[in-house]
């Protein structure tokens, strides 16, 4: 993950590269846990957004810093939007911010995991506590967490049906991204849902800079 011209240390590899005994051995010879490259990669960061949940669990226990950010975004963010959702565990239970948006976009990191299609990481978050961002309706909580029952009961209040996140995602921009392809036709059938031309289009170019965004 490092950029261009970054320096990484040892630690930062062997996390990203997921190997925690090679971890413990570094730390034990006295390697800086919270080192970082110019671009703010640790490696706690490199771990959670390659997904090593044992070098995650061994950084956690050498104090690494849990919100501190690389090109904007904290390992909790980069753990989401990944859909690693056994690191997004560990990092909340460790005390990790999970309102802390991305700098770049002002993406939370539960809105950030269900924008890149990890449905089921969205779900686990909600299920421990992560109150989803303002501007988020619970229309578009159900569509990205395939609650269909809810998200029949909603429509039926017909209250914000087509309202936009903060990253102009709709309830039905949600549910294409997290592929619910019976929630996305749910929305569809219901007449008071509107679908502009570019409606689905720009769910799928938004998860689509997200992947470009996340990747080494």
Not at 20 to 48: C, D, F, M, Q, S
Not at 89 to 110: D, E, F, N, Q, S
């Amino acid at each position: 993950h490092q950029q261009f011209g970054d320096k990484a240390t040892a630690l930062m590899d062997a996390a990203e590269y997921g190997h925690p005994e090679v971890v413990r051995v570094l730390l034990a010879a006295e390697a800086k846990v919270n080192a970082h490259t110019g671009h703010g990669y640790t490696a706690l960061i490199n771990a959670a957004s390659e997904g090593h949940a044992k070098a995650v669990q061994v950084l956690i226990a050498a104090k690494a810093h849990l919100n501190a950010r690389a090109d904007g975004a904290t390992a909790l963010a980069y753990a989401a939007a990944n859909g690693h959702t056994d690191v997004v565990r560990l990092l909340l239970a460790a005390g990790a911010r999970a309102t802390l948006p991305m700098a770049r976009t002002g993406c939370a990191p539960i809105a950030c995991a269900a924008q890149t299609g990890h449905g089921d990481t969205a779900r686990a978050m909600l299920a421990l506590g992560v109150t989803p961002p303002s501007g988020t309706t619970r229309l578009m909580v159900a569509a990205f967490s395939k609650d269909h029952p809810q998200l029949r009961r909603l429509l039926k209040r017909k209250k914000r049906l087509d309202a936009r996140d903060g990253q102009g995602f709709t309830a039905l921009m949600y549910a294409v991204a997290v592929g619910d392809d019976a929630g996305v036709q749910m929305l569809l059938d219901w007449p008071d849902v509107q679908m502009p031309g570019d409606m689905v289009i720009h769910a799928q170019s938004q998860t689509l800079y997200w992947l470009d965004f996340l990747k080494p």
